[in-house]
T-cell receptor, first 116, second 114 residues
Framework: EAGVAQSPRYKIIEKRQSVAFWCNPI?????LYWYQQILGQGPKLLIQ????????DSQLPKDRFSAERLKGVDSTLKIQPAKLEDSAVYLC??????????????FGSGTRLTVV | GNSVTQMEGPVTLSEEAFLTINCTYT??????LFWYVQYPGEGLQLLLK?????DKGSNKGFEATYRKETTSFHLEKGSVQVSDSAVYFC?????????????FGKGTKLSVIP
């Protein structure tokens, strides 16, 4: 099966500019996640979608970050305006559930954002 | 809240050495536990998992046993290869339907030298 697709792979922007990332999950995976991975740390959840509804966005900095998942498939994550501390890898993942237990995630390759 | 603690890295081993990467967790109930691997320049890949106490996950010569009594999920491999050089992340998913978020440890970088 095809993996989780993300684009762009790399992005360099100046602070206060805006940026958007795109994700296409594995076909049939209802749950989609965006994670932020700062260098030297583990990924941290930003937002979780179930189909096209938001399940959890408690760790999303809503003053500058937004995300949507139209039609329950593709998703976009936007940052506006960007700050230096937003420099990180943004990972998209989708998951399958087996018998009410998480069977596993599939991660995309990520978008490496550098804010200068 | 939920948390995962991994041993500090980096870890440098010679080829064919024995590997242990310690992982302990804090969570209520019986979370599912995972090890993910991130090779240089690549995304996260699921290495192995365990969903209940005393389960042993295994893959590619790596093993980890879910120990409820010690809240641990240590990763082991009997003989590492240069190709195992990567960053390894321990993670948990809380128990309960609908709670499918992953909480990760900080990662342990492994370097295997010939």
């Amino acid at each position: 099966e095809a993996g989780v697709a993300q684009s762009p792979r790399y992005k360099i922007i100046e602070k206060r500019q805006s940026v958007a990332f795109w994700c296409n999950p594995i076909s049939g995976h209802a749950t989609l996640y965006w994670y932020q991975q700062i260098l030297g740390q583990g990924p941290k959840l930003l937002i979780q979608f179930q189909n096209n509804g938001v399940v959890d966005d408690s760790q999303l900095p809503k003053d500058r970050f937004s995300a949507e998942r139209l039609k329950g498939v593709d998703s976009t994550l936007k940052i506006q305006p960007a700050k230096l501390e937003d420099s990180a890898v943004y990972l998209c993942a989708s998951s399958s559930i087996r018998g009410r237990v998480l069977d596993g995630y599939t991660f995309g390759s990520g978008t490496r954002l550098t804010v200068v | 809240g939920n948390s995962v603690t991994q041993m500090e890295g980096p870890v440098t081993l010679s080829e064919e050495a024995f590997l242990t990467i310690n992982c302990t967790y804090t969570a209520t109930g019986y979370p599912s536990l995972f090890w993910y691997v991130q090779y240089p320049g690549e995304g996260l890949q699921l290495l192995l998992k365990a969903t209940k106490a005393d389960d042993k996950g295994s893959n590619k010569g790596f093993e980890a046993t879910y120990r409820k009594e010690t809240t641990s999920f240590h990763l082991e491999k009997g003989s590492v290869q240069v190709s195992d050089s990567a960053v390894y992340f321990c993670a948990l998913s809380p128990s309960g339907a609908g709670s499918y978020q992953l909480t990760f440890g900080k990662g342990t970088k492994l370097s295997v030298i010939p």
